[in-house]
């Protein structure tokens, strides 16, 4: 069955940057489009962008353009989110998410990992 | 402000039905896209709930239906249930944003 594992919490100050991990298993790794999505503390979900794990091409959400740079690693089936700039506001729950349908980037999320918690504080 | 609209919360009693609108534009869902609908329950992940505007994946309850018609999407729940109570939130995706992935801004449901 699919599984993403996401990689553990992580406490950042204002100006740093975060680079999450996220390992797929289940299936075909570059089959699947995936997705990052977040959620801050008490708010609604918000999509941040998507990566090809096949030819690595990445689409971002403009309000994170500059910031943000999703990559794979084929060899270990996994994908990564690298945000920059941390600010408070970013404090969030970071989600890597895997589209259900093959070679599509417009279908449903249908897998989501376990979530990775991201602080940013001073 | 999301981009797609969904009323804040919803109630209804055990046994009852639900409705939760969604409501887009002309360059998402009036774009032909498919809505898809999460439930979220507090402290987990989201769980697809309905993919293509009306098809529930394997172990979903028939009791989950959704329809989409114009710039607009709904999802029904019949027979609520006390498990029911949770986040529920439209998906879909936009043209005038390049095609990026879009949300409502979520529905509290409420089971009285």
């Known amino acids: 069955q699919v599984h993403l594992v996401q990689s553990g919490a992580e406490v950042k100050k204002p100006g740093a940057s975060v680079k999450l991990s996220c390992k797929a298993s289940g299936y075909i790794f570059t089959t699947y489009f995936m997705h990052w999505v977040r959620q801050a503390p008490g708010q609604g979900l918000e999509w941040m962008g998507v990566?090809?794990?096949?030819?690595?091409?990445?689409k971002y959400a403009q309000k994170f353009q500059g910031r943000v740079t999703m990559t794979r690693d084929t060899s270990t089936s996994t994908v990564y989110m690298e945000l920059s700039s941390l600010r408070s506001e970013d404090t969030a729950m970071y989600y890597c998410?895997?589209?259900?349908?093959?070679?599509?980037?417009?279908?449903?999320?249908?897998?989501w990992g376990q979530g990775t918690l991201v602080t940013v504080s001073s | 402000q999301s981009v797609l609209t969904q009323p804040p919360s919803v109630s209804g009693a055990p046994g009852q039905r639900v409705t939760i609108s969604c409501t887009g534009s002309s360059s998402n869902i009036g774009a032909g896209y498919d809505v898809h609908w999460y439930l979220q329950l507090p402290g987990t992940a989201p769980k697809l709930l309905i993919y293509g505007n009306n098809n529930r994946p394997s172990g979903v309850p028939d009791r989950f239906s959704g329809s989409k018609s114009g710039t607009s999407a709904s999802l029904a729940i019949t027979g609520l249930q006390a498990e029911d109570e949770a986040d529920y939130y439209c998906q879909s995706y936009d043209s005038s944003l390049s095609g990026s992935g879009i949300f409502g801004g979520g529905t509290k449901l409420t089971v009285l």
């Open positions: 990566i090809n794990p096949s030819g690595a091409s990445t």
């Open positions: 998410v895997r589209d259900r349908s093959r070679g599509y980037s417009y279908g449903a999320f249908e897998y």
